[in-house]
């Protein structure tokens, strides 16, 4: 069998955390780090490789992007951070042109392999890396809303009092703050929530419309309150990016909710954002039509806006 083969650019602390990930869940064999401050990727790689007898088998090496041959799979992580008076648009057109110069070199070196981007905005960078990879749209995925949609069951389960593994439901349009909760599919138990909440013990001391949106509140807001307490988020995207990475290595034929390139679906076209999608070894083998209510429709469609005028201001 072949050895099914990682690449990750940036080892910021989301790279690090998703190759801690991957390494300990096994399902690749080879994991190749690629940072600019080459000295960070090769540190970082002897320290993972150190812990290789308490995991399943697994290389990590460092190098530069010519190292990245052969990759099954290229993840990037990297991106610039925002500096002080920078406006988000400058910063945009910045990560855009950092990909200019990173996706010509995987391209040179990995051209088959399937491009997974964290690097945000992750619906535009992910667009952007579509774009200059001229990859078929199917093997360009962004992270999108996975994590966000793990954040919405864990907030329902805590409520619930139910294992989160038992809950169901999506965040999906944009991975930031035009994203919204799919209530309409949302379940506990296979119960959709809002049937859920009639036969809860908690149903009279409860005020169902409030604690349903103080639950979105905290997914939307979430990623500003860790960032607030301790500077950065890490761990809760290397776990989502290693469920993509084993969904495309195992050919699980996963539906995960990830950023895909969005056609004739409510009348919006050409722009990535997140939906339900088949995740398999060829990337995505297709997007899910989810059937939305009215209000849903609308959030759909006020993303997609928003997405298509960001890509309009930085020229892509």
């Given at each position: ?239 989502a990016l290693t469920r993509i990475t084993e969904a495309i290595l195992l050919n699980e034929n996963s539906v995960l909710p990830v950023s895909v390139l969005v056609n004739n679906l409510y009348n919006i ?48």
């Open positions: 069998m072949l050895k099914p083969k990682v690449s990750i650019i940036g080892c910021g602390n989301v790279g690090i955390r998703y190759a801690y990930s991957l390494m300990i869940n096994g399902c690749a064999r080879e994991i190749t780090l690629v940072d600019y401050f080459k000295d960070k990727a090769e540190g970082e790689a002897i320290d993972l490789s150190h812990g290789a007898p308490f995991t399943p088998a697994v290389t990590v090496n460092a190098g530069d992007y010519s190292n990245i041959k052969g990759s099954d799979l290229v993840v990037i992580t990297a991106g610039k951070k925002q500096k002080p008076g920078q406006t988000r648009i400058d910063l945009l057109k910045d990560n855009v042109n950092l990909f200019k110069s990173v996706i010509p070199e995987i391209m040179k070196y990995a051209p088959d392999a399937i491009l997974l981007i964290a690097s945000n905005p992750v619906d535009v960078l992910t667009y952007a890396a579509y774009k200059i990879s001229g990859k078929p749209a199917n093997k360009v995925i962004g992270s999108g809303t996975l994590l966000d949609s793990a954040r919405f069951r864990y907030e329902i389960a805590k409520h619930c009092n139910i294992d989160a593994r038992s809950v169901h439901g999506y965040i999906l349009g944009e991975h930031g703050d035009s994203e919204f909760p799919v209530w309409s599919k949302a379940t506990v138990g296979g119960v959709n929530i809002e049937n859920h909440c009639m036969l809860c013990d908690k149903k009279q001391n409860c005020d169902h419309k409030a604690i349903l949106n103080e639950i979105f509140s905290n997914v939307k807001n979430s990623a500003y309150k860790i960032i607030e307490k301790k500077g950065e988020t890490s761990y809760g995207i290397g776990l076209n050409d722009v990535y954002l997140s939906l339900p999608a088949v995740v398999n070894r060829d990337g995505i083998r297709q997007v899910q039509q989810i059937e939305f209510n009215e209000m849903e429709q609308k959030s759909f469609v006020n993303s997609a806006t928003v997405l298509k005028d960001l890509l309009k201001e930085i020229g892509i």
